[in-house]
């Protein structure tokens, strides 16, 4: 069994998506489409802007989620998944993938998850950090005796989990975790604390308007990033994406799960080459590709 995974943020490059832009018409007329959606020329930043303009959140989504989607539409004769994740913001891009949510749609959720975490961050200094070469366990140990904000993010995989929180509550947490024989403890230079409670105003924003957004059956499983579980009914599926922003993306368990579940390789759809990375570490002999037209 084939599984398609779609990289989340920190994948971005300028020039990401020309090539699909200058080959292919029905990608330039969606690439156009999202152009007008926006508001704005993201293909310009995209093709020709500078890593600064590619690392604002509310470009960095929607360039990240337009690229995976519109690759994977030009894939069309290959692109017969038997299951899909997509890591953090990804998970927008699997459902479009996976028929689940219109292209339209899904863009418009992204930009306006986008604005509304960039709000949030504005709202109340906070920041993340990698934690490097300890167990799962240990660190949430450490993380459950600090009186500040500082919980599990991104359980990224075996060994490497990037946690989140105020900006004294990380400084505590490095500190700690070194202390309990992390190799590494990084602060990163992200613009706030995804996937915690920080997000609160930023997870309500958006519940809304995934109220409103129609969400079909999607033609494969989904294993969301809340649960952790393949995933098809369409209202579970809106429920755990409103929990995204709030909860840890718990991706080492998705691939444990999608491994368990008989999948025999992957294909990373999007830019960069990160998830192979990741899962690498969780099962070294999964065979995985990028994706190619």
């Known amino acids: 069994m084939n599984a398609y995974v779609f990289p989340g943020q920190g994948a971005q490059y300028v020039g990401m998506g020309k090539d699909l832009y200058d080959n292919f018409e029905e990608a330039k007329t969606l690439f156009e489409k999202a152009n007008d959606i926006l508001g704005f020329r993201i293909t310009d930043l995209m093709f020709e802007g500078t890593d600064e303009d590619l690392r604002q959140t509310n470009v960095t989504q929607p360039a990240i989620f337009l690229h995976s989607v519109i690759l994977a539409k030009m894939m069309k004769d290959q692109f017969k998944p038997d299951m899909v994740a997509g890591h953090s913001l990804g998970e927008f891009s699997a459902l479009v993938a996976a028929n689940a949510l219109s292209f339209e749609d899904g863009l418009k959720l992204v930009h306006k998850r986008a604005l509304a975490m960039q709000k949030a961050c504005e709202t109340e200094p906070s920041t993340m950090a990698a934690i490097v070469g300890l167990d799962d366990e240990t660190v949430e140990n450490v993380l459950k005796d600090i009186e500040e904000v500082v919980v599990p993010a991104n359980y990224n995989t075996t060994g490497q989990l990037v946690i989140s929180g105020s900006m004294k509550g990380i ?82 368990q998705i691939m444990q799960n999608m491994i368990a579940d008989g999948m025999t390789s992957y294909t990373e759809v999007g830019p960069g080459k990160v998830l192979q990375g990741l899962i690498k570490k969780i099962d070294r002999k999964m065979p995985a590709q990028s994706a190619e037209i």
């Open 171 to 252: 400084d505590a947490a490095c500190e700690k975790l070194k202390e309990a024989g992390a190799k590494r403890a990084l602060p990163l230079n992200v613009g706030g604390a995804f996937h915690s409670p920080l997000m609160e105003p930023a997870r309500e924003e958006l519940a809304k308007a995934i109220a409103d957004t129609q969400i079909n059956k999607p033609v494969c499983p989904i294993y969301q990033n809340v649960t952790a579980k393949a995933e098809t009914e369409p209202e579970t599926i809106k429920e755990n994406l409103v929990q995204q922003l709030t909860s840890p993306v718990k991706w080492t």
